[in-house]
């Protein structure tokens, strides 16, 4: 297992930007996929994006042409750049990883042993 910490939620209005860092300790050689999911009021976890140990993403199809995913694996860190946010951007991010698959937008979130203690996001109109 690993640890998760997030950082950079926070508010800003539509149209806004934010990026959201997450940095993991641990035990965090071979295999990780990490990722990000949501949780707005309400409603239940989806997942947001994800990217595997080469780099390679996958992001939701909705979010595709407003969030951008990367990481650096030797920092064991995944940043969320989201751009044109909307207020129903509004929820918790949770950044995730995984030492098993998928690593993909299937993914469910038992499919992610490990979460981080969350950030929020808040996006006002």
């Known amino acids: 297992h690993v640890q998760l910490v997030e950082s950079g939620g926070g508010q800003v209005q539509a149209g806004g930007s934010l990026r959201l860092s997450c940095t993991a300790s641990?035990?965090?050689?071979?295999?990780?996929?990490m990722g990000w999911f949501t949780q707005g009021p309400g409603k239940k976890r989806e997942v947001v994006a994800v990217?595997?140990?080469?780099?390679?993403?996958s992001i939701a199809p909705l979010l595709l042409d407003r969030f951008t995913i990367s990481r650096d694996k030797s920092k064991g860190k995944v940043d969320l750049q989201m751009n044109s946010l909307k207020p129903e951007d509004t929820a918790m991010y949770y950044c995730?990883?995984?030492?098993?698959?998928?690593?993909?937008?299937?993914?469910?979130?038992?499919?992610?042993?490990?979460w981080g203690q969350g950030t929020q996001v808040t996006v006002s109109a």
């Open positions: 995730v990883a995984s030492d098993g698959e998928p690593c993909a937008v299937l993914a469910q979130p038992a499919n992610f042993p490990d």
């Open positions: 641990g035990k965090t050689e071979g295999y990780y996929c």
């Open positions: 990217i595997d140990p080469w780099g390679n993403p």
